[in-house]
């Protein structure tokens, strides 16, 4: 079975909060370009034998101090 793990992870250019997903690939996996959902800024891919994963998070609550979850 693939191992798995996440981690929380902000886009370098403008700050967009995801959750990052690092699956180990399979021979099957394809290679594909990823880009932040709000400003287009390139994000990484592979990790080695990984594949990562990036869900968009939305901010819940008040500006000050909200939680995030996974949109």
């Not at 798995?4 to 996996?29: H, I, N, Q």
């Not at 880009?35 to 990984?50: E, H, K, N, V, Y």
């Amino acid at each position: 079975m693939p191992s798995s793990s996440t981690s929380r992870f902000d886009c370098p250019k403008c700050g967009t909060p995801y959750t990052l997903l690092r699956v180990e690939a399979d021979a099957s996996s394809e290679d594909g370009d990823v880009a932040c959902t709000i400003c287009s800024a390139p994000l990484t891919a592979r990790d080695g034998q990984f594949v990562l994963k990036y869900f968009l998070m939305r901010r819940n609550g008040t500006r000050e101090g909200g939680h995030y979850s996974v949109v």
